[in-house]
């Protein structure tokens, strides 16, 4: 069984800055990619940023020059430094983590619970 836990997640001043963390545990083989998304009240959920396990970064335009993905993968583990946030932040972030619990088994995506994160203006 595989747990996605998130946690860092709270109410912040526009301008201020928080960090996400996510750890994956269980019984993980391999983790690929791993990423943040997040989901707004009426809207869809959608990707924040994304890390693969060389480290190659992507990130959505909204938050490029703002947020920092990183992972630690000794750790099982994937961070989001937030800068400069933003009223629009505001959303439930999502952990997403691309992995194999089998030898021959294909990456299956799994969920974490999600944090929410308020940014006031």
């Known amino acids: 069984q595989v747990q996605v836990v998130e946690s860092g997640g709270g109410l912040v001043q526009a301008g201020g800055s928080l960090r996400l963390s996510c750890a994956a545990s269980g019984s993980i083989r391999s983790i690929y990619t791993m990423g943040w998304y997040r989901q707004a009240p009426g809207k869809q959920r959608d990707l924040v940023a994304g890390i693969t396990s060389g480290g190659t970064t992507n990130y959505a335009d909204s938050v490029k020059g703002r947020f920092t993905i990183s992972r630690d993968n000794a750790k099982n583990t994937v961070y989001l430094q937030m800068n400069s946030l933003k009223p629009e932040d505001t959303a439930v972030y999502y952990c997403?983590?691309?992995?194999?619990?089998?030898?021959?088994?294909?990456?299956?995506?799994?969920w974490g619970q999600g944090t929410q994160v308020t940014v006031s203006s």
């Open positions: 997403n983590a691309d992995l194999t619990t089998a030898r021959w088994e294909s990456p299956r995506p799994y």
